[in-house]
């Protein structure tokens, strides 16, 4: 990290990113500019001057050929020449850590390939984008993933704490990898089965999801995270499981990971007094 003027530089995997805040959108954009940045981090108005004022989104303009990835901490009022955001063509990664006021089309970003976001409806046409790889939504009151459908390249998919109460349809898309957690609406997961291309399916503290018998038969999934689990009867049938981990099995038995003809790694914590076998002593015998 490092800091110039108003500005701090930070670091993440994507490379160094410009802290801007709103109040200071076109110096910050001039500095990200000057700085040879392909991200920035926008986030609410310093100080107090934020009455009156308005939030200018022409300045991304500037940063139309460069910027590949952009983040928003905080939710932005007050803001004028919103169409500009689309300017930026090479845009493939958008964040929002909250909910905004603003109506954003997601099919206008040629080039979006992650979206992460706390779910509001001005959200639209997520469904159209052709480029879309990677979705991560907080907090979806809608009560299935229709919504989702139609998205051609979409390969992973994290669902959390939503209203969702099924997954029809959830099949017809090619996703590789999928979270759910803590969506407590939702009760029917058997079309899991027969999502084809699944290869890490995790699944953590949705009530109503503890049977996991629909997984019998299995031929895809390689890595499976499952916080709360009825039975492991289902395990020696799967096919082409790697690695499960878990936090609870409700009937304790441990003996069915030992006919699986392809598990390598369990993890699991934490130990129970009805649990038929330790975690060192399953994993040696695996592997065995």
Not at 31 to 49: E, F, H, N, P
Request: glycine share 4%; net charge neutral.
């Amino acid at each position: 990290m490092h800091l110039d003027m108003n500005f701090i530089v930070r670091k993440n995997l994507d490379g160094e990113y410009v802290i801007i805040q709103a109040n200071q959108l076109k110096e910050g954009v001039e500095y990200a500019v000057k700085m040879g940045v392909t991200q920035v981090q926008i986030r609410g108005v310093l100080g107090s001057d934020d009455i009156g004022m308005t939030i200018d989104f022409r300045q991304f303009e500037k940063l139309s050929k460069k910027l590949k990835v952009i983040s928003f901490t905080d939710k932005i009022d007050s803001i004028i020449n919103f169409d500009f955001i689309y300017s930026l063509s090479r845009l493939e990664k958008i964040f929002f850590q909250k909910k905004q006021s603003f109506t954003m089309d997601v099919s206008l970003f040629p080039a979006l390939k992650y979206l992460g976001f706390e779910y509001w409806k001005g959200v639209s046409n997520i469904n159209l984008s052709r480029s879309l790889e990677s979705l991560v939504v907080y907090k979806f009151n809608e009560p299935n993933l229709k919504d989702f459908l139609g998205l051609s390249k979409l390969n992973a998919l994290h669902i959390y704490d939503s209203k969702i109460s099924d997954l029809s349809d959830i099949e017809s898309l090619s996703i590789k990898e999928l979270y759910l957690v803590k969506n407590n609406c939702l009760k029917e997961v058997g079309v899991i089965s027969r999502m084809n291309s699944l290869r890490k399916l995790y699944i953590e503290k949705c009530r109503g999801v503890t049977d996991f018998s629909f997984l019998i038969g299995n031929k895809t999934i390689e890595d499976l995270f499952l916080s709360d689990v009825d039975s492991f009867c289902f395990i020696p049938s799967m096919r082409n499981l790697n690695s499960l981990r878990f936090w609870s099995l409700e009937d304790g038995d441990l003996s069915f990971l030992l006919q699986s003809p392809t598990l390598k790694i369990v993890d699991f914590h934490p130990q129970r007094k009805n649990y038929t076998h330790k975690k060192e002593e399953i994993n040696i015998l695996i592997n065995t």
